[in-house]
């Protein structure tokens, strides 16, 4: 997504101090040297992971190597391009040389969350394997990009790397500063908060507008994922991704409705089963019992008017 009038980039960093030929005189090259050798990391995982994806896809059982696949761009590269959005773009966005090729880089950002999550939702070989060569593709191309035009570029406009990019593992490499405990469990309900920054979500005052919810939920073997877009004492908003035989239990709550973005199933009412497809909207009135059942992949928005009121899972 290209930074548009709805987008705030803050002022780029002082710069440092240049020697005599334009250089900082706190030299980046040590910092160049580890985001480059890093990017050579991700480049090499990525690499093996699709080499494994597409092998399994030639066989028709892509299904274990898919998701390993999409769990490695989940938890590797996509959080690495938000945390340079973050960090190593904004000076760039602010200088006249790289503006352009940020907006242009930002774009191959969102491309390739769409891709992952496309990915996730592949359900033949083919898909799989073009899905997966073309992520592996789009990333060399982005990589090349960072290497040899946005780093030369930032070091002779005189940005500070070191400072800029403090305790950024994700740019640099090595291990985080806060790591997080894995989960798992065929009960766990995966949940989001709003303005994660995999959501693609862009600030408009209080609110907030997502270009595709593709890039903030996907269906999991471990359990629904479930993304919290909003919640106030009037109104809570859910994203909730199911895979194939996922349910949510039968709980009683306040009105909702449950409108289908993708996939097929039934959401139940009182005990009565509506089908729904891609397109469908469902109503529930105050205190009955609903559930959604997903006989394919599916998602589905979820509004809940007096969300105190509500007794399940969201």
């Not at 960093?13 to 480059?36: F, H, K, L, M, Y």
């Not at 969102?110 to 992952?116: F, K, N």
């Not at 060569?133 to 070191?162: I, R």
């Not at 979500?201 to 073997?221: C, F, Q």
Request: charged share 20%; with cysteine.
């Amino acid at each position: 997504m290209v930074p548009d009038s709805t987008t705030s980039i803050p002022a780029a960093p002082p710069t440092a101090s240049r020697d005599e030929s334009g250089r900082v005189a706190r030299s980046n090259d040590a910092v160049i040297t580890a985001i480059r050798a890093h990017h050579g990391q991700l480049a090499e995982q990525l690499r093996a992971h699709v080499d494994a994806a597409v092998n399994a896809a030639r066989s028709g059982a892509y299904g274990g190597e898919r998701d390993a696949l999409v769990d490695w761009c989940r938890s590797e590269l996509l959080p690495h391009a938000s945390a340079e959005e973050q960090a190593l773009y904004r000076p760039a966005a602010n200088l006249e040389p790289t503006r352009l090729l940020i907006a242009a880089m930002i774009a191959e950002h969102r491309a390739l969350e769409r891709l992952v999550n496309d990915l996730a939702f592949a359900s033949d070989s083919a898909q799989v394997s073009g899905q997966a060569v073309a992520t592996q593709a789009l990333f060399a191309v982005h990589l090349g990009k960072e290497n040899d035009l946005l780093l030369p570029a930032l070091d002779q406009a005189g940005v500070n790397l070191s400072a800029v990019l403090h305790g950024m593992h994700e740019i640099l490499g090595g291990p985080s500063e806060d790591p997080k405990p894995a989960t798992g469990g065929a009960d766990r309900i995966n949940v989001s908060p709003a303005g994660d920054p995999h959501s693609d979500m862009l600030t408009i005052g209080a609110a907030g507008a997502w270009s595709d919810w593709r890039s903030i939920v996907a269906p999991r073997d471990d359990g629904p994922d479930v993304a919290v877009l909003h919640e106030s004492a009037e109104l809570k908003v859910v994203l909730v991704a199911l895979a194939a035989g996922q349910a949510l239990p039968a709980h009683p709550g306040p009105a909702a409705s449950f409108h289908i973005l993708s996939g097929t199933g039934a959401v139940v009412i009182d005990e009565v089963a509506h089908p729904v497809s891609a397109g469908a909207t469902v109503i529930a009135a105050s205190g009955t019992r609903r559930s959604v059942r997903a006989a394919s992949a599916l998602v589905f928005l979820g509004n809940l008017g007096e969300p105190a009121a509500e007794e399940g899972p969201h």
